[in-house]
């Protein structure tokens, strides 16, 4: 008997700190442990005895890649405690500052972080040397996603002007024209991004995947819609517990997510996006899908990187399509007033689907909060590629196996850092 | 005299003990450099530093690392000489910081002609922990040393 370990003690071009444990018996894979170690967060429990006003803010503390996503699941879910509706331009805007986000963060994952496994490099900075065009392309269209996060969010980083209700501030019309022309040539770019990664070599390498993300009735999902899978769930977020649940694994600081009653993993992110709503892409969105040769569905976790090239498409088209239709709202936000109760929400981060839910008193302060990142939910189903994937490739040098594993684990872009809970415990002294 | 664009990058986050290092210089020399360079302060995610760097003639970055060095030392670089492999740099985003940053420049062939990296040794990295005392000391070095040399650069014919 054969017996083969690949061991990555810490995981590069991920954000956080992760590490991977596969074991090969004969050929087949025993087990695959994708093990976060990144220390726990505590932000569920800062959260309780705050004020609901504050949360956008210290939610959005959670990433540095993805801040939007938690300002807006937050914002989501309190505005349906508080009973209020965020229309208009003001919703508009909302789906502008996600379009930044996605762009900027697909963006960095595609070139930087994702391109090297296909392309044989070690990282960005090695690859960059030999593709020094794409990297300049790469590096210039990400900064058109943070300078809409800027514009609209006041920083790149931890940005500042989300709030309950819709922002401290709209921007004027005339503010968002510069903008309008940097994304037209963001737009193209994106579609050379699209042509680009299609020419890498992928694995043939595909699963039954349950997807699960947001549907709406009229729109590629952002901020909202109701959580469905290609597997018959169709639920309000506010449904999300009665059919979700995490748990604990020795392994891992974060918890792993399933769907209860035997529903097993299931994948959220730009795979679960593109194949339950589709239809609902820009003509060019489709179109790009089609020339770069992807079909209306795909179960390749190794082409997550087109469809990620395509979202990016999508979200230039969305971005310019609310600039071109923005009128300046009377007031920034839609006035919110405390009220005893629980709020639930669900959003498209870059990776994946969140749900937060929060309890608040008739004060307004915080009394309970959840928060379940897309990459906890994730986590199982990327185990499960490890186990279902890696003994095809069993044969090839202890290197380009872990270069492989390494892939099949940055297919998800996981997010380690936001992922990560802690264990509640408890100790029986008798 | 230089005409282009000199640039203080500090680098870092102002709620996590000693990783502050680079933002506090970049703070101090806002008071005595802001006519003469951009004053910049960063968290630290490589293509953000990328950005800062294009198009200047001459760039100060500075930033906390980890060496297992005492806590305060200095330690200057010239980026032309290259950066040493071993010191890890401040917190950053996707293992994606500074040093990537630097080694991104120079393979696209965006880095400044004159760029020179500050190092603090850090010690505490703690979220919400004060910056120690020893780095406290570091910092205005730093500010005074990198106000120096922007002053001789600006002077030089």
Not at chain 1, 278 to 293: H, M, N, P, V
Not at chain 2, 103 to 109: F, M, R, S, Y
């Amino acid at each position: 008997m054969t017996r083969k370990t690949v061991k990555v003690d810490v995981l590069a071009r991920v954000e956080g700190e992760g590490a991977l444990k596969v074991v090969l018996r004969d050929g087949k894979v025993e087990s695959a442990e994708f093990n976060i170690f990144e220390p726990p967060r505590f932000f569920e429990a800062f959260l309780r005895g705050r004020h609901f006003a504050e949360t956008p803010d210290i939610v959005a503390r959670i990433c540095g890649i993805c801040p939007i996503a938690y300002q807006m699941s937050a914002v989501h879910a309190l505005e349906n405690l508080l009973g209020v509706k965020v229309e208009g331009p003001l919703r508009d805007l909302r789906r502008l500052i996600y379009c930044g986000e996605w762009i900027e963060s697909h963006v960095l994952h595609i070139y930087m972080l994702h391109a090297p496994d296909f392309l044989g490099y070690d990282g960005g900075v090695q690859m960059a040397r030999d593709h020094g065009e794409a990297v300049k392309r790469g590096l210039q269209l990400k900064k058109v996603g943070n300078e809409i996060l800027q514009l609209l969010g006041g920083r790149e980083i931890h940005p500042v002007n989300v709030r309950v209700g819709g922002f401290h501030r709209a921007p004027r019309r005339r503010e968002l024209a510069p903008l309008a022309e940097k994304l037209k040539w963001a737009r193209e770019a994106a579609l050379e991004t699209a042509r680009w990664v299609a020419t890498f070599n992928f694995p043939e390498r595909e699963r039954d995947y349950t997807f699960v993300a947001l549907r709406h009735p009229g729109e590629y999902p952002f901020n909202e819609g109701r959580i469905v899978s290609n597997k018959g769930l169709d639920i309000p977020a506010s449904e999300y517990d009665a059919h979700f649940e995490e748990t604990h694994v020795a392994h891992s600081t974060a918890l792993h997510s399933h769907l209860r009653n035997g529903g097993g993993s299931y994948l959220t992110g730009p795979m679960a996006r593109y194949n339950l709503a589709f239809d609902q892409l820009s003509a060019l969105a489709k179109e790009t899908a089609r020339e770069i040769g992807l079909g209306e569905s795909c179960r390749s976790p190794y082409r997550s990187i087109m469809v990620r090239a395509v979202e990016t498409v999508y979200a230039c088209d969305e971005a310019l399509r609310v600039i071109e239709s923005y009128e300046q709202p009377d007031r920034p936000f839609v006035p919110v007033e405390p009220r005893a109760g629980v709020g639930y929400a669900a959003t498209e981060a870059p990776r994946g689907t969140l749900y937060h839910r929060y309890h608040i008193d008739d004060t307004g302060t915080i009394t309970d909060a959840q928060i379940v990142p897309p990459t906890s939910q994730n986590q199982a189903c990327l185990e499960e590629d490890l186990l279902d994937f890696i003994g095809g490739f069993s044969d090839l040098p202890h290197k380009e196996l872990q270069c492989r594993c390494e892939q099949t684990v940055r297919n998800y872009d996981p997010c380690i850092s936001c992922a990560t809970h802690f264990l509640k415990l408890e100790i029986d002294r008798g | 005299m230089t005409q282009g664009r000199v640039v203080v990058i500090g680098v870092g986050s102002l709620d996590r003990g000693d990783d502050a290092a680079g933002r506090e210089v970049a703070r101090r020399l806002r008071v005595t450099c802001e006519s003469h360079a951009e004053i910049l302060e960063l968290e630290g995610e490589a293509t953000g530093i990328l950005a800062a760097l294009e198009k200047a003639e001459a760039a100060f970055v500075i930033d906390a690392c980890l060496s297992g060095a005492a806590a305060g030392t200095i330690r200057r670089f010239d980026v032309a000489e290259g950066l040493p492999a071993a010191l890890s740099f401040g917190l950053s985003s996707h293992g994606f910081g500074l040093a990537e940053a630097v080694e991104l420049a120079k393979a696209l062939g965006a880095l400044p002609p004159r760029c020179i990296v500050y190092a603090i040794e850090g010690e505490s990295f703690e979220i919400s922990a004060p910056v120690s005392a020893a780095v406290t000391r570091a910092i205005e070095e730093v500010a005074m040393r990198v106000r120096d040399e922007i002053h001789v650069l600006l002077r030089r014919e």
